[in-house]
């Protein structure tokens, strides 16, 4: 690595590190937060990234793109409420990690899998309605670890229940004859009986 990039890496990680980063619901209301919790985003980092670039300009010497001031990420995909939640658990994940989720699960609850209990509470705390919001926007934002634990919420919600408890969990109707046959002869795995 040359000097040079080694001065980029160094320049950009430190200054942007004492940064506040104004995110944007898609109801244009803008939360600020810290580099370090913004950042367990890869959607904002790679935004940051981009829009913090060190540049070499004619003088020699590096200098922050956009005079270092980084502009509000518009979150298009992702409501107010649903962002809020997603800014307590970044905020939270920088203080205090959630440990990885281990496949196959050792147990049937959130709290037989998932720790430290800060987690659990914040998981088992969702209406079903944000869970599925959560998944999307996590999926969106690229927040492995959001991702990763909605998607539990909802593994654990659908153990155990019946064809007919998981359509109306997750709000399935009812395929008409036409969407029926067009999904046996496309999906053909989905109707085999073992």
């Not at 001065?7 to 004492?18: A, D, L, P, R, V």
């Not at 399935?172 to 989905?190: C, D, K, S």
Request: aromatic share 6%; proline share 5%; charged share 25%.
């Amino acid at each position: 690595m040359n000097s040079k990039t080694e001065q980029i890496t160094e320049t950009s990680s430190h200054e942007i590190g004492n940064k506040t980063i104004p995110i944007q619901s898609s109801n244009g209301q803008v939360f600020t937060l810290h580099a370090k919790a913004a950042c367990i985003s890869r959607l904002i980092k790679d935004v940051i990234d981009i829009d913090y670039a060190t540049e070499d300009k004619d003088d020699g010497d590096l200098h922050p793109a956009n005079d270092g001031i980084i502009p509000t990420i518009e979150l298009t995909n992702v409501g107010t409420e649903c962002l809020q939640n997603v800014i307590k658990f970044m905020n939270h994940s920088v203080t205090e990690p959630m440990l990885p989720i281990k496949v196959p699960f050792e147990g049937e609850s959130i709290q037989d899998v998932i720790s430290p209990p800060w987690y659990v509470d914040f998981a088992t705390g969702l209406e079903l309605k944000m869970v599925h919001q959560l998944v999307a926007a996590a999926n969106y934002m690229d927040i492995e670890p959001l991702f990763g634990l909605m998607c539990l919420v909802v593994t654990v919600q659908l153990m155990g229940k019946s064809t007919d408890e998981i359509k109306d969990l997750l709000g399935i109707e009812e395929l008409t004859e036409t969407e029926e046959q067009r999904a046996r002869e496309n999906h053909q795995w989905l109707f085999q009986v073992n």
